[in-house]
């Protein structure tokens, strides 16, 4: 199908979304500002509530198990999701008349854009905003008003620059609308880079995206030259908001995204004039091309990318915005890698075609494909992320022992995720809405990750370390050393991960500088594990949670039944997990005199919490442990202790397979 004939489709799609809209009435503007959008969750299943396009008006609110919900802060939340819909149906509009000419559509995006400049002026500078928030108008956080701007000046635009005439009043309101908006995005800019000295912050590369858009609509190239160079500007951002590595520096998946979005929208204003910021780099090498880059290394098989620390684990609007990204990342860098992204961000939407407002206004049908042969590992020694892969193995994993992420990190340093081209086995399951309070007392836990915690308690916000990283030349094997030294007081961690063509060894040790303590070692599978014998255990697990600047007394506790206990054969434990048809990942454990070996029941993901997942919790009161566990797809692996540092790991059927690996001080593990 030619580009031309691509977009026709597209867009007479679109034309069909927009007239079901027009046709259930719901295209009117709320005279009430928006609230917090994070507030629209259940507050007894925790999982997001429903928004319909087509819903006039709403003062009760769908869970999606069925509850009724009623409240202001939830109507504030609909609110936003309104303002949001009404914004892109202008955006929407505006691109279905630039692809077919009919005039109707104008007139709808014209009539939204400038129902909402006569507005804006009458919504307060909102008096409900919580404390800690930049204010809005339009709504609670001037973060919001930033993002929603964007979509409606790049409605605007694209009006004009299909001969769209705006009339004097029109033309006045939407003046009016400009110069609010640039007073209140200026004012916080000021706010945040000057007086917060804190203009590495994602809000200000919305701030000057925003601002982009005003000056690209009043035609200020001076002011947006100024903007691009200035303290907290594009180049500076870039340069302080990204790490060298390329990802951005709160190693939030979600916020690198979010991130992205608005230097590709600032650098869509700024090619307006003439001005090419898609090549620009920052002080040490970042780039939008590498900001991209790293999204296609991290994906998984799929396409799908990690929730690493804050953000979700899927969810329609936040696919929407890695489709935008990923479109442009093809049409306009060629990266092969984001192909597999955007295809996996048009499945989650329902539209595999790519029948989406983001393919008519960026995509190009000269998408190069996805290359054939296996993305190699890869360290990322600047934001503490590594990945492992090796070619012949269908297992992979992606690890963190980089920064805490200030206010978006989790409690989780030496977390392990472990994929497979099925489905990923372990991930890190993301992050509710922030009006959850299973925000702070689950997420963002460390037992709610699979790495280690000590005596029902979080690790401290810190960073670790990479010791050693090394993919052998053969390329038959990949092997990271991560160390956290200030998780707990005392307390030392290393995980040696060792992925060959064969199996992925996961030797995790722990000890303690005096005194025996729970050492807890946590593995949440996203899918029930198939076990033998299962002991009864009348006990629970107890999660104690401390609030940040809270006293010793303050804690708090979450209670997680134990299911049972797992009962090792010959000092092993057997699982599998079947990931889909014909397919088993086997998860293998060393059990040992003293060891205790779990099942737990946690919440869910969280898309849904209030569904319940079942957690491998290997456990040991000492001062010291070893937790060393071999997963191997298709058939099991069996592992025999040698001695203290020392491993055999064979596969059943095959004793050339055999291999004898040793822990040592300087090197880490080695094959001897």
Not at 245 to 259: A, I, K, L, N, R
Request: proline share 4%.
């Amino acid at each position: 199908m030619s580009t031309a004939l691509r977009s026709d489709r597209i867009a007479h799609i679109l034309k069909e979304e927009i007239d079901k809209l027009q046709q259930a009435g719901s295209l009117s503007i709320p005279k009430e500002p928006g609230g917090w959008w994070h507030q629209y969750v259940c507050p007894h299943h925790h999982t997001e509530l429903v928004f319909d396009d087509g819903q006039v008006d709403a003062t009760d609110f769908a869970c999606p198990h069925g509850c009724s919900i009623e409240g202001e802060a939830y109507r504030g939340a609909w609110l936003v999701f309104k303002h949001q819909l009404l914004a892109r149906v202008a955006l929407q509009a505006a691109a279905v008349y630039a692809a077919l000419g009919e005039v109707s559509y104008a007139r709808l995006s014209k009539r939204l854009l400038v129902e909402y400049a006569e507005q804006f002026p009458l919504y307060p500078v909102h008096p409900e905003a919580q404390s800690w928030m930049l204010k809005g108008r339009a709504f609670h956080q001037a973060l919001t008003e930033a993002i929603w701007s964007t979509t409606l000046i790049r409605a605007y635009l694209l009006l004009r620059d299909k001969g769209v005439v705006f009339d004097g009043k029109e033309q006045a309101a939407i003046d009016v609308f400009l110069g609010l908006l640039a007073g209140s995005m200026e004012e916080y800019r000021h706010i945040l880079i000057h007086e917060r000295n804190n203009a590495e912050n994602n809000y200000t590369a919305w701030l000057n995206a925003s601002l982009s858009c005003v000056y690209a609509a009043r035609g200020e190239q001076a002011a947006l030259e100024a903007l691009i160079e200035g303290q907290g500007g594009f180049k500076h951002h870039l340069s302080i908001g990204v790490k060298p590595d390329q990802f951005e520096f709160e190693g939030s998946t979600y916020y690198h995204v979010f991130v992205l979005r608005a230097y590709l929208i600032a650098a869509e204003m700024a090619q307006r004039f003439g001005i090419d910021l898609y090549a620009v780099t920052g002080a040490e090498g970042q780039s939008m091309r590498g900001m991209l880059e790293a999204l296609a290394e991290l994906a998984d098989d799929q396409g799908a990318l990690p929730a690493l620390h804050d953000g979700p684990l899927a969810r329609a609007p936040y696919a929407r915005e890695i489709a935008e990204i990923a479109e442009q990342g093809l049409a306009i860098y060629g990266i092969a890698g984001l192909a597999p992204v955007l295809r996996e961000a048009y499945r989650q939407l329902g539209a595999a075609g790519g029948e989406q407002l983001e393919a008519l206004l960026y995509g190009t049908d000269e998408r190069p494909q996805a290359p054939a042969a296996p993305r190699a590992s890869r360290l990322w020694p600047d934001a503490g992320f590594v990945i492992g892969r090796v070619a012949g193995n269908p297992l992979s994993f992606l690890a963190d022992f980089g920064e805490h992420g200030g206010s978006h990190g989790h409690y989780d340093k030496l977390h392990l995720t472990l994929m497979h081209p099925a489905q990923t086995l372990t991930p890190d399951f993301g992050m509710v809405p922030y009006g959850s309070h299973m925000r702070k007392s689950w997420f963002a836990e460390t037992s709610s990750h699979n790495t280690v915690s000590l005596d029902g308690m979080s690790q401290a916000p810190h960073e670790g370390r990479c010791v050693r990283y090394e993919a052998a030349n053969d390329g038959k094997s990949v092997y990271a050393w991560l160390q956290s030294t200030g998780a707990y007081e005392g307390c030392t961690m290393n995980r040696h991960l060792l992925l060959t063509d064969e199996w992925l060894l996961d030797w995790f040790q722990v000890e303690l500088a005096e005194g025996a303590r729970s050492i807890e070692w946590w593995m949440h599978p996203a899918f029930q594990p198939l076990t033998g014998t299962l002991e009864e255990r009348d006990e629970v697990y107890t999660l104690r949670i401390k609030e940040k600047d809270a006293s010793a007394s303050a804690i708090a506790e979450l209670k997680l039944p134990i299911i049972g206990g797992l009962v090792p054969d010959a000092g092993q434990l057997q699982l599998s997990y079947a990931l889909g048809e014909n397919t088993v990942v086997f998860h293998t454990a060393l059990a040992e005199s003293g060891d205790e070996l779990l099942a737990v029941q946690t919440p869910g993901d969280s898309i849904d919490p209030s569904q319940p997942l079942t957690a491998v919790l290997h456990r040991r009161n000492d001062r010291r442990a070893d937790f060393i566990h071999v997963y191997r797809a298709d058939s099991s692996a069996s592992i025999i202790r040698v001695s203290t540092q020392e491993i055999e790991i064979t596969v059943p059927g095959q004793p050339e397979s055999a291999s004898r690996i040793q822990l040592t001080e300087d090197k880490g593990l080695i094959f001897i």
